[in-house]
Nanobody, 119 residues
Framework: QVQLVESGGGLVQAGGSLRLSCAAS????????MAWYRQASGKQRELVAA???????SYADSVKGRFTISRDNAKNTVYLQMNSLKPEDTAVYYC?????????????WGQGTQVTVSS
């Protein structure tokens, strides 16, 4: 049974920090690359950061140097530490798990959490 449960998010002033958490079902987390996406109002959903099972990370240019993705395999949890937040970071943030093709025909999504950055 696949389940992704997100926590965190909220309202923060520009320059502030937030940490998002996403706890996934062990059976999926253990074999999945994990990622955070975001979707601002009126815009297309975009990849923010991703991390492989082995811990290799990648970031969108817009957040590089400010955001850090990490995973705790013992806790089946992926994190997104967001520092130096800007108003343009305002969006709904979604956790995503991508199992290998043999395990699932699709990826799995969390419910999303709102991040609002005020100027």
């Amino acid at each position: 049974q696949v389940q992704l449960v997100e926590s965190g998010g909220g309202l923060v002033q520009a320059g502030g920090s937030l940490r998002l958490s996403c706890a996934a079902s062990r059976s999926i987390f253990s074999i999945s690359a994990m990622a955070w996406y975001r979707q601002a109002s009126g815009k297309q959903r975009e990849l923010v950061a991703a991390i492989t099972i082995g811990g290799t990370t990648s970031y969108a240019d817009s957040v590089k140097g400010r955001f850090t993705i990490s995973r705790d395999n013992a806790k089946n949890t992926v994190y997104l530490q967001m520092n130096s937040l800007k108003p343009e970071d305002t969006a709904v943030y979604y956790c995503n798990a991508k199992p290998p093709a043999w395990a699932s025909p699709t990826s799995y999504w969390g419910q999303g959490t709102q991040v609002t950055v005020s100027s």
